[in-house]
């Protein structure tokens, strides 16, 4: 008599370094690999950048450590391990991306500044933004809230030490936003925001489209995807 082998299908939507749902997830898919089944993972929304080639490893200046040494952990090899443990043991993997999601224009919303910029030495959404547009991503970065403080020009995180550990390579934001610009990236702030902190337009970067609140719905309707930070 034989037994029918299970199929099991994992549906994926959290953007990788984001959230430790996708990391719960995989270490399930694992084990369900190791065991030889058949799996169906399905990525759509921010989980399709989790198998992007483009990935990078970065050095660690807090730590002191080299690209090599900080070995940092990056989800497209662990798919790739995922995929070989499944063959080995009689399995299989159909990793499936959502096409519409790959191919959406949508817009990042960041409200929340300077989450763990001195660690990451970036904005996190920022730099996923950049990777995104890297493999053909249409996206665009509305700055609302205290995230509008990201465009003023004049910040600097540098100096920042701990006995004689210095951080070398501090957040350079702003410039990671004109670099945006640079790549066709609309960057947008609520202008109002930018007035209740006092900020002057000659304090900010070049290349912003200010958009106020009213016109947020307008501007929104303009995109298939909003992402809010």
Not at 166 to 191: C, N, S, W
Request: a negative charge; one cysteine or more; aromatic letters at 8%.
């Amino acid at each position: 008599m034989t037994t029918e082998k299970k199929t099991l299908t994992f549906a994926l939507m959290d953007a990788p370094f984001e959230n430790g749902r996708t990391v719960t997830a995989l270490r399930l898919i694992d084990i369900a690999a190791r065991r030889g089944y058949n799996l169906t993972v399905f990525a759509y929304e921010g989980a399709v950048s989790l198998a992007f080639a483009k990935q990078a490893q970065h050095p660690n200046a807090v730590h002191g450590r080299d690209a090599a040494q900080e070995d940092h952990p990056l989800p497209r090899d662990w798919i790739a391990a995922l995929l070989a443990a499944a063959e080995k043991n009689g399995g299989k993997i159909d990793w499936i991306n959502c096409g519409l999601c790959v191919d959406a224009r949508g817009v990042g919303v960041i409200a929340a500044a300077y989450r763990c910029n001195l660690e990451e030495q970036d904005d996190p959404i920022v730099w996923i933004t950049h990777a995104m547009k890297g493999v053909g991503a249409d996206l665009a970065v509305l700055l609302r809230g205290n995230a509008v403080n990201y465009a003023v020009k004049a910040q600097d995180a540098s100096g920042l030490s701990f006995g004689d550990r210095a951080q070398t390579q501090p957040p350079r934001i702003a410039e990671d936003l004109t670099k945006l610009g640079g790549k066709g990236v609309d960057v947008f702030l609520v202008e109002e925001d930018v007035a209740e902190r006092g900020i002057e337009r000659g304090e900010l970067i070049e290349g912003l489209k200010s958009v106020s609140r009213a016109a947020l719905p307008k501007l929104f309707a303009g995109y298939d995807q909003i992402w809010q930070w």
